[in-house]
Nanobody
Framework: QVQLVESGGGLVQAGGSLRLSCAAS????????MGWYRQAPGKQRELVAA???????NYADSVRGRFTISRDNAKNTVYLQMNSLKPEDTAVYYC??????????????WGQGTQVTVSS
């Protein structure tokens, strides 16, 4: 079994910062891309940022320049540093990882989600 466990969400004032973490554990052979998605009430889930195993990154236009995604391959962990937060960043943030297990089964895994609330 593979699990993704997120941490770091919370309530912050506009202009503040938060750092999200997501650790993958279990029977893992290799982790390919990892990413963060978010879903606000009444809206579809959207990609926030993604990072390949080699460190290449991709950001949504709405967060580019404010958010930074990074990963520690030795710890199977991905981070999202969020600066200059805005009320429109309020959402449940989900971690995602493309994981290959030892039996060569490849699948997308999701974390349970962590709430980020930005007050104005």
């Amino acid at each position: 079994q593979v699990q993704l466990v997120e941490s770091g969400g919370g309530l912050v004032q506009a202009g503040g910062s938060l750092r999200l973490s997501c650790a993958a554990s279990g029977r893992i052979f290799r982790i390919n891309a990892m990413g963060w998605y978010r879903q606000a009430p009444g809206k579809q889930r959207e990609l926030v940022a993604a990072i390949t195993s080699g460190g290449s990154t991709n950001y949504a236009d709405s967060v580019r320049g404010r958010f930074t995604i990074s990963r520690d391959n030795a710890k199977n962990t991905v981070y999202l540093q969020m600066n200059s937060l805005k009320p429109e960043d309020t959402a449940v943030y989900y971690c995602n990882a493309d994981i290959l297990t030892p039996n060569l089964s490849r699948k997308d895994y999701w974390g349970q989600g962590t709430q980020v609330t930005v007050s104005s």
